[in-house]
Nanobody
Framework: QVQLEESGGGLVQPGGSLRLSCVAS????????MGWFRQAPGKERLLVSA????????YYADSVKGRFTVSRDKDANAVYLQMNRLEPEDSATYYC??????????????????WGQGTQVTVAS
């Protein structure tokens, strides 16, 4: 059974940091581009960051550039999102997702083949 499991969410004050982890099981995702989406209540699910299967090409939404960093560890079958200088607007459920094999980075959530259950991030004082 293929699974993506996120962890690392929580409550943090504005200006703080969190590191999200997404660990995959059931198959290797070394040939898959991986994305981090977020969705706030009443809003659409949006891609905030992604890393291509090559391990080098990265994408960041304008709202998180300079604050978030995506990385992956193919040996661990995992992808990470380091989030710094968090703002209340970053509050959302964060989802890890995987593209089909060998596809590039895509901002369209409908094109992702595998999804985790999500982890909640709340930024508040």
């Amino acid at each position: 059974q293929v699974q993506l499991e996120e962890s690392g969410g929580g409550l943090v004050q504005p200006g703080g940091s969190l590191r999200l982890s997404c660990v995959a099981s059931g198959r290797s995702f070394s040939s898959n581009s991986m994305g981090w989406f977020r969705q706030a209540p009443g809003k659409e699910r949006l891609l905030v960051s992604a890393i291509k299967w090559d391990g080098w090409t990265r994408y960041y939404a304008d709202s998180v550039k300079g604050r978030f960093t995506v990385s992956r560890d193919k040996d661990a079958n995992a992808v990470y999102l380091q989030m710094n200088r968090l703002e209340p607007e970053d509050s959302a459920t964060y989802y890890c997702a995987a593209q089909p094999d060998w596809k590039g980075i895509d901002t369209n959530a409908d094109d992702y083949a595998y999804w985790g259950q999500g982890t909640q991030v709340t930024v508040a004082s």
